[in-house]
């Protein structure tokens, strides 16, 4: 009996799908199913994935068939949340779980995660503000440069017409 065989019946006996596995434990579409169809077993790392959300899986039962399916559930998260809190977290890692987690708990970890993205995002925001400020000031002032050149060359170029004038107006009489 393979693994997968296994996992299937642990499947069964909790009540779960394909599609239901899939999404808990974060699988490509289709995995499972590809790994029961086409002979295949499950890989180190997802034998690893389903340990980890499936905390009550006996792990030596799914990998050798040896002993009893069901164990007493492996560590608590109580820990987990207090460390997500103080450590940052990047937006591409994921905390790793060291057991099942529910359905709130998952969401108690995406809104750790989404909250600080978002205070990163809010800090990047805050910085362009600052540049975006920093730029209309110095844009303000070359415009006023700006502004102050063109009277002079318009009252330069006024002054010049007007000599002119005044010059030929002299040579005329």
């Known amino acids: 009996m393979r693994i997968i065989d296994r996992f299937d019946e642990y499947m069964m006996f909790k009540h779960l799908n394909d599609n239901r596995a899939t999404k808990d434990l974060g699988f490509s579409i289709g995995m499972i199913g590809k790994s029961r169809n086409e002979g295949r077993d499950l890989s180190k790392k997802a034998i690893q994935r389903i340990l980890a959300v499936y905390n009550d899986l006996d792990e030596t039962w799914l990998k050798t068939g040896k002993g009893e399916m069901i164990c007493e559930p492996r560590n608590s998260r109580?820990?987990?949340?207090?460390k997500a809190l103080e450590s940052p977290v990047s937006s591409t890692s994921e905390v790793e779980y060291t057991s099942s987690p529910t359905s709130l708990d998952k969401l108690i970890d995406q809104l750790l995660s989404n909250s600080k993205t978002m205070n990163k995002l809010v800090e990047q925001i805050g910085?362009?503000?600052?540049l975006i400020a920093t730029s209309q000031q110095h844009l303000t002032k070359a415009q006023e440069e700006t502004d102050r050149i063109i009277t002079m060359l318009e009252l330069e170029q006024g002054s010049k017409a007007e000599l002119e004038k005044a010059l030929r107006n002299a040579l005329k009489k």
């Open 78 to 82: 109580l820990g987990i949340i207090s």
């Open 127 to 130: 910085v362009a503000h600052q």
